[in-house]
C-alpha cells in the first residue's frame, strides 16, 4: 500500500459523484474479506472434527470476529453517511433500510425455509423435500419462528435490523454529548464483558438462552456503539491504523495467540472459567481484544488492495468481489449444506483429510456465491435476492484494465452511502 511503504498514512480514499453518494473504497474491500471470515466458521461447522481437534477449535475461534465486524463497520458506515447532518430523515431511512437489509431477509428467510426441512436421500441430490409439510400447521409456525429469529446465518441482518431501530436516537445522542465519546466507548466495552456472564448466570433475574442471545444487539455494544463514534473520527481513525499498523498487527497476533493459549489450558486443566475462555464462545471476555485486532486487520488490508499502487488485476478482483458480496453472504449456506451432504455420499468425508475439505469448502461456496451473485444482478430479481440494483450483462465478468470509479456495490448492509 503507497501510505504503508511510504511510513505516512493518508486520508481515506473517497470517490464518486458528489453530494451524498460516497464510497470508501478500503471499506468496500473489505466485504469480501470478512465473507470469506463468515465462510471458514460455517465450512468449519460442518466439515471439521471441532470436538476432537485443537486445531480445528483454534481457528473456529480466529474466524468467529466476522460478525462483530460485519456489524461494526455497518454501524460506522451508516453514522459516517449521517455524521454531517443535525437529524435523521426517518422516512426515507427506513425505505432504504427496508431495501438494502429488510427485503433480502424476508426473501432468504422464505429461501431457506424449506431448504431448512430438507431430508436426507440415497438419490442425487441426496435430499428430499416433502412439500405438503411446508403448508401445514406446524409448517407456518417453523416459518414464523424462522423469521422472527433469524436462520443459522440470517441473524446478522436481524441484528442490524435491531439496530437500525435504534440508530436515530443513538446517533442523536452521541452527536449531542461529543465529549463524551471516550466514556461511551468505555462503557460499552465494560458492557461488553459483563453482560454474558449477567445474562448466563441468572444476575439480571433471568437465564437467557444462547440463541436469543446471539440475536440481541444488547451482545454487541462495543461494535455497534464503538462503530458510531469511530465514524466522527474517520479520518483520525484512519490515520491511526495505518500509522501503528506494525504495532496493531503485532498485537492482534498475540491476542490470538494469548486466547488460543487459554483455550489449550482449558482443555488440559478444566480450572478456567467458561466466561472467560473462548472455545467457540463469541462472547468470551478474553477474545474481545482478539476480535477488535482482527477488525483492524481487515481494515489494513482493505487498505492494502485499493492502494494506487495495485495493479490493475488486483483492484479488478477486489471491486468485483466487493460488488458480490452481499449475494455471496445470503446464499452461502446453501453450497456448503449440499457439499457437506455430497462429500458424505461419496465417501470423501472419510477419505479426505478434514483442513484439506474445509478449505475446498470455503473456495466453494465463495466461488458458487459469486457466480450466483454475478447472475443474478443481471435478472429482475437483482434488488430481491442480492440487494443490488440491477447491472448490464456486459459488466458480468471483471475488467483488469477498466476500472470504473462509479460501479454500484450493491444495496448491502455496507453499502450505507445514500442519505
Given at each position: 500500500?503507497?501510505?504503508?511503504?511510504?511510513?505516512?498514512?493518508?486520508?481515506?480514499?473517497?470517490?464518486?459523484?458528489?453530494?451524498?453518494?460516497?464510497?470508501?473504497?478500503?471499506v468496500?474491500?473489505m466485504?469480501?474479506?470478512?465473507?470469506?471470515?463468515?465462510?471458514?466458521?460455517?465450512?468449519?461447522?460442518?466439515?471439521?472434527?471441532?470436538?476432537?481437534?485443537?486445531?480445528?477449535?483454534?481457528?473456529?475461534?480466529?474466524?468467529?470476529?466476522?460478525?462483530?465486524?460485519?456489524?461494526?463497520?455497518?454501524?460506522?458506515?451508516?453514522?459516517?453517511?449521517?455524521?454531517?447532518?443535525t437529524?435523521?430523515?426517518l422516512g426515507?431511512?427506513?425505505?432504504?433500510?427496508?431495501?438494502?437489509?429488510?427485503?433480502?431477509?424476508?426473501?432468504?428467510?422464505?429461501i431457506?425455509?424449506?431448504?431448512?426441512?430438507?431430508?436426507?436421500?440415497?438419490?442425487?441430490?441426496?435430499?428430499?423435500?416433502?412439500?405438503?409439510?411446508?403448508?401445514?400447521?406446524?409448517?407456518?409456525?417453523?416459518?414464523?419462528?424462522?423469521?422472527?429469529?433469524?436462520?443459522?446465518?440470517?441473524?446478522?441482518?436481524?441484528?442490524?435490523?435491531?439496530?437500525?431501530?435504534?440508530?436515530?436516537?443513538?446517533?442523536?445522542?452521541?452527536?449531542?454529548?461529543?465529549?463524551?465519546?471516550?466514556?461511551?466507548?468505555?462503557?460499552?466495552?465494560?458492557?461488553?464483558?459483563?453482560?454474558?456472564?449477567?445474562?448466563?448466570?441468572?444476575?439480571?433475574?433471568?437465564v437467557?438462552?444462547?440463541?436469543?442471545?446471539?440475536?440481541?444487539?444488547?451482545?454487541?455494544?462495543?461494535?455497534?456503539?464503538?462503530?458510531?463514534?469511530?465514524?466522527?473520527?474517520?479520518?483520525?481513525?484512519?490515520?491511526?491504523?495505518?500509522?501503528?499498523?506494525?504495532?496493531?498487527?503485532?498485537?492482534?497476533?498475540l491476542?490470538?495467540?494469548?486466547?488460543?493459549?487459554?483455550?489449550?489450558?482449558?482443555?488440559?486443566?478444566?480450572?478456567?472459567?467458561?466466561?472467560?475462555v473462548?472455545?467457540?464462545?463469541?462472547?468470551?471476555?478474553?477474545?474481545?481484544?482478539?476480535?477488535?485486532g482482527?477488525?483492524?486487520?481487515?481494515?489494513?488490508?482493505?487498505?492494502?488492495?485499493?492502494?494506487?499502487?495495485?495493479?490493475?488485476?488486483?483492484?479488478?478482483?477486489?471491486?468485483?468481489?466487493?460488488?458480490?458480496?452481499?449475494?455471496?453472504?445470503?446464499?452461502?449456506?446453501?453450497?456448503?449444506?449440499?457439499?457437506?451432504?455430497?462429500?458424505?455420499?461419496?465417501?470423501?468425508?472419510?477419505?479426505?483429510?478434514?483442513?484439506?475439505?474445509?478449505?475446498?469448502?470455503?473456495?466453494?461456496?465463495?466461488?458458487?456465491?459469486?457466480?450466483?451473485?454475478?447472475?443474478?444482478?443481471?435478472?429482475?430479481?437483482?434488488?430481491?435476492?442480492?440487494?443490488?440494483?440491477?447491472?448490464?450483462?456486459?459488466t458480468?465478468?471483471?475488467?483488469?484494465?477498466?476500472?470504473?470509479?462509479?460501479?454500484?456495490?450493491?444495496?448491502?448492509?455496507?453499502?450505507?452511502?445514500?442519505?
Amino acid at each position: 500500500m503507497s501510505s504503508a511503504q511510504s511510513g505516512q498514512s493518508q486520508p481515506p480514499t473517497v470517490n464518486g459523484p458528489s453530494g451524498t453518494r460516497q464510497r470508501l473504497d478500503h471499506v468496500d474491500a473489505m466485504r469480501p474479506i470478512k465473507q470469506v471470515a463468515v465462510i471458514s466458521t460455517h465450512a468449519l461447522i460442518f466439515f471439521s472434527p471441532l470436538s476432537t481437534s485443537f486445531l480445528a477449535a483454534s481457528l473456529l475461534t480466529l474466524t468467529h470476529f466476522s460478525r462483530n465486524a460485519f456489524l461494526f463497520v455497518s454501524a460506522c458506515m451508516l453514522a459516517y453517511s449521517y455524521r454531517d447532518q443535525t437529524a435523521v430523515a426517518l422516512g426515507h431511512y427506513w425505505r432504504r433500510r427496508f431495501v438494502a437489509v429488510g427485503l433480502v431477509y424476508l426473501v432468504w428467510t422464505l429461501i431457506y425455509f424449506p431448504v431448512a426441512s430438507m431430508t436426507p436421500t440415497s438419490t442425487f441430490p441426496y435430499y428430499s423435500l416433502a412439500w405438503s409439510s411446508l403448508a401445514s400447521t406446524k409448517g407456518l409456525h417453523n416459518l414464523l419462528f424462522a423469521t422472527a429469529t433469524g436462520y443459522y446465518h440470517l441473524y446478522f441482518l436481524l441484528v442490524l435490523l435491531e439496530f437500525y431501530v435504534v440508530f436515530p436516537y443513538v446517533f442523536a445522542l452521541i452527536r449531542r454529548y461529543r465529549r463524551s465519546h471516550l466514556w461511551i466507548v468505555v462503557g460499552a466495552l465494560v458492557w461488553q464483558l459483563a453482560y454474558p456472564a449477567l445474562v448466563r448466570r441468572g444476575w439480571l433475574g433471568f437465564v437467557m438462552p444462547a440463541k436469543v442471545e446471539t440475536r440481541l444487539i444488547t451482545s454487541y455494544p462495543l461494535y455497534l456503539l464503538g462503530g458510531v463514534v469511530a465514524a466522527f473520527y474517520l479520518e483520525q481513525f484512519h490515520d491511526f491504523v495505518v500509522r501503528h499498523r506494525r504495532g496493531l498487527l503485532l498485537a492482534t497476533a498475540l491476542c490470538g495467540a494469548a486466547a488460543l493459549t487459554l483455550d489449550y489450558l482449558s482443555r488440559v486443566t478444566h480450572d478456567l472459567p467458561l466466561l472467560l475462555v473462548p472455545g467457540g464462545d463469541p462472547f468470551a471476555a478474553l477474545v474481545v481484544p482478539y476480535d477488535v485486532g482482527a477488525i483492524v486487520a481487515v481494515y489494513l488490508l482493505g487498505v492494502y488492495l485499493v492502494a494506487p499502487g495495485r495493479g490493475a488485476r488486483t483492484r479488478a478482483i477486489t471491486r468485483s468481489g466487493s460488488e458480490a458480496a452481499y449475494g455471496i453472504y445470503v446464499s452461502q449456506l446453501i453450497w456448503i449444506i449440499f457439499l457437506h451432504r455430497w462429500a458424505y455420499e461419496w465417501g470423501l468425508l472419510a477419505a479426505v483429510p478434514w483442513l484439506a475439505s474445509t478449505l475446498f469448502a470455503v473456495a466453494f461456496a465463495y466461488g458458487a456465491g459469486w457466480l450466483f451473485s454475478a447472475v443474478v444482478a443481471r435478472t429482475p430479481f437483482a434488488r430481491a435476492l442480492v440487494g443490488r440494483s440491477r447491472q448490464s450483462w456486459a459488466t458480468l465478468l471483471p475488467r483488469w484494465g477498466e476500472i470504473r470509479a462509479h460501479d454500484d456495490v450493491g444495496e448491502g448492509p455496507l453499502n450505507m452511502t445514500d442519505v
